[in-house]
């Protein structure tokens, strides 16, 4: 668990460069974003064959421990010279104890057999995460593009109407203009 929590912030740390590597534009800053997720990767998959390998040993050891006989189990050799009263005690006795064993190795199995499943489950709650915030990246990534566009635009119209706008008052300048000269050229022709 600690090395899965050390690769995700090693995993957010690489995505904030990138992040910073895409907003400064650097050349370099991208090559250096690259080497980072090979080597990410190359630790990645170092970490996910030694949990493989630490699992494949565990599950021997388990496996060795589960069949090896404790010296109180162990059955006694027959001697060929033993009298029957004795055979028949310890086939009672070889019964009873295998009995036991068959017991205790049914239940070592059950207890295999559950973790095995809650394994399994475990992995699958985990991949439907993963994709579920996957997903939610994803959607949230075309939504702040979408958001980009839209303020992009918005600042291109605002500048068309800023221009606009100063034409109009030019032109409204120039007109009042002509409209106070038509009104004093009518004035001076009426009263001189």
Not at 133 to 141: M, W
Request: aromatic share 8%; hydrophobic share 35%; net charge positive.
């Amino acid at each position: 668990e600690a090395g899965r929590g050390k690769l995700a912030a090693l995993r957010k740390c690489i995505e904030r460069l990138d992040d910073w590597a895409r907003d400064e534009g650097d050349p370099n800053v991208y090559k250096e974003v690259d080497q980072h997720r090979e080597q990410f990767s190359k630790t990645l998959q170092a970490f996910r064959k030694a949990n493989i390998s630490t699992m494949l040993e565990i599950e021997k050891q388990q496996k060795d421990e589960l069949f090896a006989l404790s010296p109180e189990s162990e059955l006694r050799q027959r001697h060929p010279g033993a009298a029957a009263s004795s055979t028949s005690a310890s086939s009672k006795s070889n019964r009873s104890t295998l009995l036991s064993q068959q017991e205790s190795v049914t239940d070592r199995m059950r207890s295999i057999s559950q973790q095995l499943s809650e394994t399994t489950q475990k992995s699958a709650s985990t991949l439907e995460t993963l994709i579920t915030s996957s997903t939610a990246v994803e959607g949230t990534r075309d939504e702040l593009l979408n958001t980009a566009g839209t303020i992009s635009q918005s600042g291109k119209l605002l500048k068309k109407y800023g221009r606009r706008e100063c034409t109009d008052k030019i032109l409204l300048f120039f007109a009042f203009a002509f409209f106070l000269a038509c009104v004093f050229y009518i004035v001076q022709k009426r009263l001189f």
